[in-house]
Every structure is written in C-alpha cells, then in structure tokens.
C-alpha cells in the first residue's frame, strides 16, 4: 500500500500542475516532477502535427536543450512509438544499432538507456513522451510504469481540453552553441562549481528567457555567452567556428561588433546626451546603423539632447536598448532590463524588445526573475544549481502589452 500511495500523490502532484494557465508551463512542471519520480537525468516531449505528418519536440528537461526537432511521422523510434501505439524500452543505448555511437536518431545526445511511451487521445496517438538515461541501474517497475502511462495520458487530455497547437516558428540556424560548459571560482572556503554543464543553441532572431534562482548562474552564463567571463570547461561555437579559446584581440572584436548589451543599471555615461551616448558606441564598431535612426526606432529623437540625468529610468533603458541596437549585433544580451522599472515603464520595454524580434533585427537573450516576462519568449530555459532543468518552446508567445505581474 505505500508504493501504491506513492504512485498516487505523484499523480496528484503532476494533476495540480497541469491546472496551470499557461498551458507550456503547466506541461514543463508536469515532466520534471515525472523525470524526478521516475529516476531519469532528461527528457523530451514530442506532439504530432497532424497536418505535415510531423512529430516536433516541444519540451525538454534536465540538461539537454532538445526542442525545435522534427521527425517524419513513422520514421525513428519516436515515429514508430507513435505509429504502432506501442511502448519501446532501450536498455543499452550504447550498444544498440539504432543509435549510432550511442548518440540519440534525433537529438545526437548520448543515450545509455531511453524509454519512448505513446501519448494517446480517444485511440489516437498524438505524441509521445522520451524518457533518456534511468539513473537507478535496475528496470523501470510496475509502478513508475503506471505513472508513466498515467502522465501521458493527462497530457493527451489537456493538450486537447486547452488547445495547445504547435507552430514550427523557431529558425535552426544557430549562432551560437554551448557544450558541457562550466564554470569554477575559486575562493577562500574552496571552489564554487556555479555552471556544471550546460548545453545550449541560440538561435537566429528569436527571444530567449533564462529564469531560476538568485545564485543558480544566470549572470555567469550571460557573462560567458558575452564573452565577459570564460568558461572553465566546454567548448562554444559561432556560426560553426570554434570559439573556447579565444585570444583578446578575438574576444574583444566579438564585444565589439557582434554582442549587445542591455543592463538593469542603464550604464549610459552622465556626460553626454542620449545622442552622444548612442553615437559613442556606434564609432567603435564594424557595422553601425545610423544613431539618430537608433533613437528615433525606441522613441526618443526628442529627447537626442537630453543628459541621462534629464530623463527618467524608463527613457534611459530605451537610450541602453537604442545602443544595444545601433551596433548591428548577432546578439542582445539583456540583463534583469525591467527591474528597476515600474510596471507600466517595464512594458514599454517589453515592447521594445518584442519589436526587436518581430523585425529581426537580431537574437534576444534576456535573463529574468519575472517568470510573467517568460511568456513572450519564444523559448524558456530554467537554470536550477547551474545547470539546465527544462527548455521549452512557447508555441504562441503573449504580446508584451499583454503582459500583467
């Protein structure tokens, strides 16, 4: 009777998540707590487009960044669980000729063992549920099983009750790739491990949010994406070019020409104006657009004149977005960029940023403590003990004006 307990507030647990609003979040909880319960390092969620007779990965958790993937309806293991109907168990993926190296058909993660269940809806198949690397060495048993069968199928259920429907709108082209990157400081009590192996994509004109807690590393990993701080271990690639071991001639032309910065300070120099602020910028790098035009796209050719001490927090976060812009970046890094702002002031940010990439002028990578920001993102990443605990795609982002925290 206690195993069977077990199983049963494990089930009530994930019922009470999936009740959530936001229908990406409510599913992202849900898989987490059903990777913990049944003892597995990741996992993927993928849900057939009926339409294209294509099978997407829409979630992944633990330390995988596995979403944006499709696969024809039929083909891979993943195609054939959703075809047949039937449960598959990999217990030796290393030594298993359906992956090649060891490596995932799909994903090319390193795959020790997989289990791939069905998710049915009124005996259709409508996606399925990927469960990699069983940390426990014995089988899964009666009862993860049954927690597995009974996941699936809620899901199935609210993916219909709640209309989730998924567009393919992330671009693949990636700018940048993160491998098995940590990071180690060292000080007097000993060495902090605060990045323990993250894997990440960014990719072309899109929103990414990485939410988690104060001290998880969400600064250090915007730090290194910002070539600011480096990694201790792992390798980084933009657009295909290996990029672990810079030089500072290297490092300090990628700043310059192809990063982005917005901080939750502002850092605009008190003795030039908004224009001048602009201007400075846009004189040291490769590529700038025009600075009046800068100003002009977040609002403030009125205000080109003004000292930042002569405009509010707001006026001076558009001036930081309008510097981040003027460079002509690959990439956007914002840092907590409505944290010292009201809520309506905030918005208008939100809104900035959300032009940004509905223009694609460039890729957005914003941390946040504000998870109701995490709703306009196009993907969300959770960092928990520095490393990655979900990635999940938002199939329809919320326009920033609709936003409310």
């Not at 307990?5 to 609003?21: A, D, F, R, T, Y």
């Not at 099983?145 to 693949?172: D, Q, V, W």
């Not at 812009?325 to 944290?339: F, M, S, Y």
Request: glycine share 8%.
């Amino acid at each position: 009777m206690a195993i069977q307990g077990n199983v049963i507030k494990v089930l009530w647990n994930i019922m009470q998540m999936l009740e959530e609003e936001q229908i990406e979040d409510a599913l992202t909880e849900a898989f987490e707590a059903l990777s913990d319960a049944v003892h597995t390092s990741s996992g993927i969620m993928w849900i057939k487009d009926s339409q294209t007779r294509t099978l997407y990965s829409v979630i992944s958790t633990g330390d995988i960044d596995a979403t944006g993937y499709g696969i024809a309806y039929g083909k891979g293991i993943v195609g054939k669980v959703c075809e047949t109907g039937e449960m598959v168990y990999v217990k030796d993926g290393l030594n298993d000729d359906r992956f090649p190296g060891g490596k995932n058909e799909a994903t090319g993660i390193i795959t020790h063992n997989a289990l791939y269940y069905p998710m049915f809806l009124k005996s259709q198949v409508v996606g399925c549920v990927e469960l990699l690397n069983r940390t426990l060495i014995d089988d899964y048993s009666k009862d993860e099983i049954s927690i597995i069968h009974s996941f699936a199928g809620l899901c199935a259920m609210i993916i219909e009750e709640r209309g989730f429907s998924y567009s393919p709108s992330t671009n693949k082209n990636s700018v940048m790739t993160l491998r098995g990157i940590k990071k180690d400081f060292t000080t007097g009590a000993g060495v902090s491990h605060i990045l323990k192996g993250i894997d990440l994509d960014i990719y072309e004109k899109e929103l990414l949010v990485i939410l988690g807690e104060s001290g998880c590393g969400k600064s250090t990993l915007l730090n290194i994406i910002g070539g600011m701080d480096s990694p201790t271990e792992g390798k980084i690639t933009i657009d295909g070019r290996d990029f672990s071991h810079p030089t500072e001639k290297e490092l300090i032309k990628f700043r310059r020409d192809d990063i982005g910065f917005i901080f939750q300070a502002y850092n605009l120099m008190p003795n030039l104006t908004a224009l001048e602020n602009v201007k400075f910028i846009a004189e040291i790098c490769k590529n700038p657009r025009d600075s009046k035009n800068a100003l002009k796209m977040v609002g403030l050719a009125d205000r080109a004149n003004s000292y930042p001490s002569m405009m509010s927090g707001g006026q001076q976060q558009r001036v930081s977005i309008a510097r981040a812009i003027v460079k002509n970046p690959r990439i956007i890094l914002a840092d907590e960029p409505t944290a010292a702002l009201d809520f309506t002031t905030g918005q208008e940010v939100l809104k900035l940023i959300e032009s940004i990439i509905e223009e694609g002028l460039t890729s957005v990578v914003m941390v946040t403590h504000n998870v109701e920001i995490a709703k306009m993102a196009n993907r969300v990443v959770h960092l928990k003990n520095g490393k990655i605990s979900s990635i999940r795609i938002n199939s329809w982002p919320m326009h920033a004006a609709d936003l409310v925290w």
